[in-house]
């Protein structure tokens, strides 16, 4: 079982960064690909970006391309999102996820574990 905990939430005003941080336990990092999704209030969870098991492959959500960065340390079992430039419209709970599988995924559906969110809200 793989158990996933967010961090690096928090209060910020606009254009500002953060850098949230997932911490994995159990199963084997290196072979899982890892996603980054958010949900807004009264929104759908959607998907935010996604890293291969090796670390060699990336992709965004087109709103986030160019401002955010996923990357991973597979040494810490530890995936990263750098928020930079941060707009209003970022303002969501934030969850790190998991899939059996070394190959990243833009799917929400395809990931088999999930962390418990971590709240970022964005000021005007």
């Known amino acids: 079982q793989v158990q996933l905990v967010e961090s690096g939430g928090g209060l910020v005003q606009a254009g500002g960064s953060l850098r949230l941080s997932c911490a994995a336990s159990?199963?084997?990092?290196?072979?899982?690909?890892m996603g980054w999704f958010r949900q807004a209030p009264g929104k759908e969870r959607e998907f935010v970006a996604t890293?291969?098991?090796?670390?060699?492959?990336?992709y965004y959500a087109d709103s986030v391309k160019g401002r955010f960065a996923i990357s991973r340390d597979n040494a810490k079992n530890t995936v990263y999102l750098q928020m930079n430039s941060l707009k209003p419209e970022d303002t969501a709970v934030y969850y790190c996820?998991?899939?059996?599988?070394?190959?990243?995924?833009?799917?929400?559906?395809?990931?088999?574990?999930w962390g418990q969110g971590t709240e970022v809200t964005v000021s005007s």
């Open positions: 996820a998991s899939r059996l599988s070394r190959y990243n995924s833009g799917r929400l559906y395809e990931y088999d574990y």
């Open positions: 159990g199963g084997t990092f290196s072979s899982s690909a």
């Open positions: 890293i291969s098991g090796s670390g060699h492959s990336t």
